[in-house]
């Protein structure tokens, strides 16, 4: 498939696409897979979005699935040419409209263009390449504009639902909160059907919605590979130090870390605590607090013990986990938690919150020690045993490593993909699309 820039001059050749470990008797017999992710290629945000649909799209394609990724924002190249950008600026009287949509209707103007492009993009490719199924993410409720105008089936992935993501920031729950959270629920009724990464957020969606779903699904995102040699040991690590990957805010834990942090000073005056990740903010006193100035409050003298990297490239992020002597994550909630498996592939000790996905994740003691959420005495309790205890580190760190293996590889989950996308479109023999018990 050839990538163009924009709506306009699509040449497809969506089935002819290279893909390794092919296997023998390629179990899907529909058209192609679309997957539609915010930024692309991964790193051009911090998106797990765009990390899950690198993972899955790759699976897909060793087993001979014709895929295409399309996109809102391009960097670069298209690679072997499976990635299009959707949308283009359409010209001064676009711009006109959308400065004058923008300010008529802020909440809903660039949802609805957004929308449109989107599913001009996937009706295209429907028509010309035999786009069979749409996947993408269930924010602002643009899956409900989209499958309105297209007859490729589209399926929502629960990345996020704000009704749980938007509480867990604490965002104010006023009329736009609400605005967001029905146009959402509009999406899901719209969708051909439902795949959620956790039990936990598919059945907090049904319960607030009042929705069943029939045919909804849980598939786990995939853990990149990580090769044996690249993984954590305990003798290359820094001893005392915690690491963090994730944004700088209320949703993500950011202000208990620290709290922890500062008890873990009070025991061991050499820790060192490393933040990666963005720094847009953290809500507290009415006003936005960044990590520096935060840290200064929090642990006064304590603050020249923290390390923020700030974004960084998944090899990046990945050599300081290698250095550090415990990772930690300890968001509020999670629908899945991929910054946890991607610290459980690189066969780190974690330290883990007991929230939503995290919790379907980690087995408490054996790939990751839990604590409770908003509990920073917990918290610190946990890093400070990994710290203490050589061999429950190299113990955590083997059983994330092998949890990883065996429940979260791309390839047994694309399988699964498989099975319940082939159940929506019939594009698969004998499909099984039950969900897994909850």
């Not at 498939?1 to 893909?19: F, Y």
């Not at 040419?81 to 949509?101: E, H, P, Q, T």
């Not at 993501?165 to 009329?175: I, L």
Request: glycine share 12%.
């Amino acid at each position: 498939m050839h990538c163009v820039d924009g709506e306009a001059g699509m040449t497809v050749a969506l089935h002819d696409q290279p893909a390794e470990r092919l296997s023998a008797e390629p179990p899907w017999h529909a058209g192609p897979v679309g997957f539609f992710t915010p930024a692309w290629p991964v790193g051009e945000s911090a998106s797990g979005i765009a990390t899950y649909t690198e993972l899955m799209s790759a699976a897909l394609r060793r087993m001979r699935v014709p895929v295409c990724v399309l996109t809102h924002r391009l960097a670069g190249d298209c690679g072997d040419g499976f990635v299009r950008r959707v949308g283009d600026d359409g010209g001064w009287m676009m711009r006109l409209a959308d400065s004058l949509g923008g300010r008529i209707w802020p909440d809903s103007w660039w949802i609805r263009r957004w929308g449109r492009q989107i599913a001009a993009a996937a009706e295209r490719l429907r028509r010309e390449g035999g786009l069979t199924l749409l996947e993408m993410e269930e924010s602002f409720g643009t899956a409900a504009f989209v499958a309105r105008r297209t007859e490729a089936a589209v399926v929502v992935r629960l990345h996020g639902p704000w009704v749980v993501v938007g509480r867990a920031q604490g965002v104010s729950e006023d009329e736009r909160f609400w605005r967001r959270v029905e146009a959402e629920g509009e999406g899901l009724k719209a969708a051909a059907a439902v795949t959620a990464p956790s039990a936990d957020v598919l059945r907090r969606v049904r319960e607030h919605y009042g929705l069943e779903l029939k045919g909804a699904a849980v598939i786990p995102n995939p853990a990149p590979p990580v090769d044996e040699r690249r993984r954590w040991r305990l003798e290359q690590c820094e001893r005392g130090r915690v690491v963090f990957v994730g944004r700088f805010d209320r949703c993500k834990g950011a202000d208990v870390l620290l709290d922890a942090f500062g008890k873990v000073l009070r025991r061991r005056p050499g820790a060192k605590l490393t933040f990666v990740g963005p720094d847009g903010g953290l809500m507290e006193d009415g006003r936005t607090w960044h990590l520096e100035e935060y840290a200064r409050r929090r642990l006064g003298n304590g603050a020249d013990a923290v390390e923020n990297k700030g974004r960084q490239s998944l090899g990046g992020v990945n050599e300081l986990r290698r250095r550090g002597n415990v990772v930690v994550v300890c968001s509020r909630y999670e629908t899945f938690g991929l910054t946890a498996v991607e610290a459980m592939a690189m066969g780190c000790p974690l330290v883990a919150t007991a929230v939503g996905g995290l919790r379907e994740i980690v087995e408490d003691g054996t790939s990751g020690l839990l604590c409770p959420a908003e509990d920073a005495e917990g918290l610190a309790e946990g890093m400070l045993r990994v710290m203490e205890d050589d061999e429950l580190a190299r113990r955590l760190g083997e059983g994330a490593a092998a949890a990883c293996q065996s429940r979260f590889d791309a390839d047994v989950l694309a399988r699964r993909m498989v099975e319940v996308y082939g159940g929506v479109v019939g594009g698969v023999t004998n499909p099984e699309t039950r969900s897994p018990k909850e």
